[in-house]
């Protein structure tokens, strides 16, 4: 009976805990204008980096610091904000040159990373009409379809997208990490991998190629197919999500075989190239232009076949113009941008997802004052010695590459005490611009009319409308109340605007309103979540949630249309409440970047990237 109470009243501070927290919809604003001469972010970036190099340098750190280098950027949509490194006291064998500091133009080996830019190679491919994602892998490796049959993984049924979202079932390496091998079992403390149980093996079931090892070659790809199509799958196909480095060798044969190039060649062609990255190779470079760690390491490890999967040389600076790229659409479409950052599948994990190839977090603790979900696109690599992650942050037209050359342990350190460090001031600055550009009263020019909307920023919840006044009739008590649907009897709550991401034309930007009630509802499971529905009322065929306003050079909004109302109501003086948007260093930078485009107007990055007619 005592553990039944006991259990009872921890069930119960769980429920509280989950039906307290606020209901705040996830990405209120639009994506911030962010450039480096913001004084809040020099302030916090000046604070990381005497933290982070008096870390380097200390003996408690959480990673071995004499071995350890590492290169850092951060990116806005628009340019590089800030990049630091650091070079070990202690490097490792240089044998064809002589080392030299660690720098933002520094060669890591991003190993997984190079997922990424097989994935843009697919889609791009897919964007020209060269296939769908959709298409069977036996249609461009038909290999697959030969040998046995018996426990045989169904090829047919194995598209380019359950291959790129990591849920093919496949197996995860074909002559990589295999235990029969000497150098691999070293790697976990022992020799011969009969002295920890397992049985001697005949020679013909010894892969005969091998992946980054310094004794053996890499597998040709018929020793790698051959291998691959006599081990049964994991799972069945889009079954569940298990990571597979087979899958990614696979997409490189069929961007091989559909457009009659190398992988080399095809990535430099479709990304490298048009982006401007000009370090990123497959090819090792000369070992000066490199960090290469004092331990076992993959810095010079050829790995052949396995390119596609984690082949790439880059420095944090051209992997951070890549991030550029993405976060302004200038390879792919917006639509196919927005989808390819969509997670795929589930883990184990409530936090966690599989994308094409991305791992994408979600989280509520980086934010003190805020309940509000937050989602952070990331991909990881890890060779010997090497450990790299690339992170996009859409919220906030943001980016972060972080690589180490050492101790890996290093590199979830400096991770995290850069998010926890600069998103709350990045947020700042959105809340402070997003307050500068559309806080205030509008009302109606008709003085015949008492029609009047004001909207102020409230902190995480972003863009509240305080009141709402259509026809001299309280028109924000009504929608409360429609909204909660309680017969007129509102719950506590806040009608918010939400952006839209969309302009028309070439100065009217959509923003759209939804109620959100202040906490979780309570009394079920299922049902304590929030269910996005910002286009719920309309009326004569136009929304009542829909809100455009018009934005001049600046990036001020000066009036705003309620098409279901028929009505433009005028901007009405302009509270100061900012520093730096309108005048200065972010207002020079809007009026640089409200320009047209060839799909469009984009300001704040990629807020907006195309009309909506």
């Not at 911030?32 to 340098?57: N, T, W």
């Not at 070990?88 to 997922?115: E, H, M």
């Not at 976990?188 to 001697?200: H, Q």
């Not at 052949?304 to 991030?323: K, W």
Request: with cysteine; aromatic share 8%.
């Amino acid at each position: 009976m005592g553990l039944f109470i006991v259990t009872l009243l921890l069930w119960s501070l769980a429920v509280t805990r989950i039906t307290s927290r606020r209901l705040e919809p996830t990405e209120p604003y639009a994506p911030p204008l962010l450039v480096k001469d913001i004084s809040s972010l020099r302030v916090v970036f000046e604070q990381l980096e005497a933290k982070i190099q008096h870390a380097a340098k200390s003996e408690s750190s959480p990673w071995r610091t004499n071995i350890t280098s590492f290169s850092i950027a951060v990116t806005s949509a628009s340019e590089n904000l800030w990049t630091t490194s650091h070079t070990a006291s202690v490097l490792g064998n240089y044998t064809d040159s002589t080392p030299t500091a660690v720098s933002d133009q520094t060669y890591f080996r991003i190993a997984s990373i190079s997922k990424v830019f097989t994935v843009l190679a697919v889609l791009l491919q897919q964007q020209a009409g060269k296939w769908s994602l959709h298409d069977s892998i036996t249609k461009f490796v038909p290999e697959l379809l030969e040998g046995e049959t018996t426990n045989k993984v169904n090829w047919e049924s194995i598209t380019l997208e359950t291959l790129a979202s990591q849920l093919s079932g496949i197996p995860r390496e074909y002559g990589q990490s295999d235990l029969v091998d000497p150098f691999e079992d070293r790697q976990y403390g022992f020799e011969d991998p009969v002295d920890v149980g397992l049985p001697p093996v005949d020679g013909d079931d010894v892969p005969p190629c091998g992946e980054n090892r310094p004794h053996t070659r890499p597998c040709t790809r018929k020793e790698l197919l051959d291998g691959l199509i006599k081990r049964p799958p994991v799972y069945q196909p889009n079954a569940r999500a298990t990571y597979s480095n087979m899958a990614f060798v696979l997409l490189g044969f069929a961007l091989e075989a559909v457009s009659g190039l190398s992988y080399e060649k095809l990535v430099d062609l479709l990304i490298f190239n048009p982006i401007g990255m000009n370090k990123a190779r497959l090819s090792k470079p000369p070992d000066s232009q490199g960090v290469i760690p004092d331990q076992t390491n993959d810095w010079d490890a050829h790995i052949g076949t396995y390119g596609p999967t984690g082949g790439i040389y880059t420095t944090a600076s051209d992997l951070a113009l890549f991030a550029r790229s993405v976060l302004n659409n200038k390879l792919l479409d917006r639509s196919a941008t927005n989808a390819w950052l969509k997670p795929h599948s589930y883990s184990e994990s409530l936090s966690f997802a599989y994308g094409m190839p991305w791992e994408i977090f979600r989280t509520r603790d980086l934010l003190p004052d805020s309940d509000r979900i937050q989602t952070i696109i990331t991909k990881a690599g890890g060779l010997r010695g090497y450990t790299s992650q690339l992170l996009l942050i859409p919220e906030y037209d943001l980016g972060l590459v972080v690589f180490v050359a050492g101790d890996g342990h290093a590199l979830a350190w400096l991770r995290d005490e850069i998010l926890k460090a600069l998103l709350p001031i990045v947020e700042g600055t959105t809340r402070d611009q997003t307050a500068s550009g559309f806080s205030g009263t509008y009302k109606s020019t008709d003085t015949h009319i008492n029609s009047s909307i004001s909207i102020e920023v409230q902190g995480p919840s972003g863009l509240v409308i305080t009141s709402w006044i259509s026809n001299a009739t309280d028109f924000l008590a009504r929608y409360v109340s429609m909204s909660t649907r309680a017969g007129g009897v509102a719950r506590p709550g806040k009608v918010q605007l939400t952006s839209a991401g969309t302009r028309r034309g070439a100065t009217d930007e959509v923003w759209r309103a939804q109620f959100v009630p202040d906490q979780f509802p309570s009394g079920g499971v299922i049902n304590m979540g929030f269910i996005t529905d910002v286009d719920t009322f309309t009326y004569a065929a136009r929304s009542v949630e829909e809100f455009v306003f018009e934005i001049d050079a600046s990036g001020q909004a000066t009036a705003v249309t309620l098409p279901a109302f028929r009505i433009k109501l005028k901007r009405q003086q302009q509270q100061q409440q900012q520093k730096e948007i309108s005048t200065g260093v972010i207002g020079n930078a809007l009026q640089k970047l409200m320009r047209p485009l060839n799909q469009g107007y984009q300001v704040f990055g990629s807020r907006y990237t195309g009309h909506e007619d």
